[in-house]
């Protein structure tokens, strides 16, 4: 009996994973997701669009890469590939040619661009989900507490299927505490700071850290007190998920195992 039921479930993975496999997947790259502005970002705000073509209401990643705010290209995460899933990978301004306002309004206009565009690619907008790596996280973070960067865009905010931020700052942006004269070691919670905008209505909020021994410079325990500020707040659906072993960059690659387990959930697959 043990033995059929085992049976059974290497079969029904395979015939998933067959199927997955047999999706075509086109690309569609450096998409401008703004038509006017500085040359320099003419340049940076462009976007890729990674889909599965002739699939209809599929759920949608859009990822803001990693770099310190500073550094760093969009690209498609190897792991998110051939999953049923449609990927936006997002450019935006990096410190010091703009300000961190101006990165936060990238991140908020690639998002608007997508719910405005997705279906024309057959995508949904109900199934679109933000998330990012380090610098990446803290994007995901801002515009999905802050709902002002999207109102800007005629976006609610709590549209977003759910946030899932990757090692990502909670407090105030090292980058933009360095601007301001502040030694890495003093953190600060201001407006520039997912913690102060901790509210009981945001979308579903999956947090990934790497080991708290490993991470970069109490980033598991800043995020462990966005954690329980979310859930003292009064919302629901806030997770927390310390990856032991991993530091700040090798973290990113298991966390997406989280990703897709909680966007299967949510999607109700």
Not at 81 to 92: C, E, I, M, Q, T
Request: contains cysteine; glycine residues 10%; aromatic residues 14%.
């Amino acid at each position: 009996m043990i033995k059929s039921y085992i049976l059974f479930v290497f079969f029904f993975i395979s015939a998933i994973l067959s199927a997955q496999e047999s999706i075509n997947y086109a690309v569609v790259k450096d998409i401008p997701y703004r038509t006017t502005g500085d040359p320099y970002g003419l340049e940076r705000c462009k976007l890729d669009v990674y889909y599965p073509e002739n699939g209809k209401d599929f759920g949608t990643v859009v990822w803001f890469h990693g770099g310190g705010l500073s550094g760093g290209s969009k690209f498609i995460p190897e792991e998110l590939k051939n999953s049923g899933l449609a990927v936006v990978a997002v450019n935006y301004r990096l410190l010091p040619k703009c300000s961190i306002k101006d990165c936060i309004d990238d991140a908020a206009a690639a998002v608007a661009w997508t719910f405005k565009t997705i279906e024309e690619y057959g995508g949904s907008r109900q199934r679109i989900f933000v998330s990012g790596h380090s610098a990446g996280g803290y994007l995901t973070n801002m515009i999905g507490l802050d709902k002002k960067w999207l109102q800007v865009y005629g976006i609610d905010a709590d549209s977003i299927a759910a946030l899932i931020p990757f090692s990502g700052h909670a407090i105030s942006h090292f980058a933009y505490r360095e601007s301001l004269g502040m030694k890495e070691t003093q953190p600060s919670i201001d407006e520039f700071a997912p913690l102060y905008y901790v509210r009981p209505d945001a979308p579903p909020l999956i947090i990934v850290s790497g080991d708290r021994e490993m991470e970069m410079l109490g980033r598991y325990e800043e995020n462990a007190y966005f954690w329980r500020m979310m859930k003292v707040a009064g919302h629901k659906e806030t997770y927390i998920y310390e990856l032991d072993g991993y530091d700040h960059g090798s973290m990113a690659a298991p966390a997406f195992h989280i990703l897709k387990n909680h966007v299967r959930r949510i999607l109700g697959e």
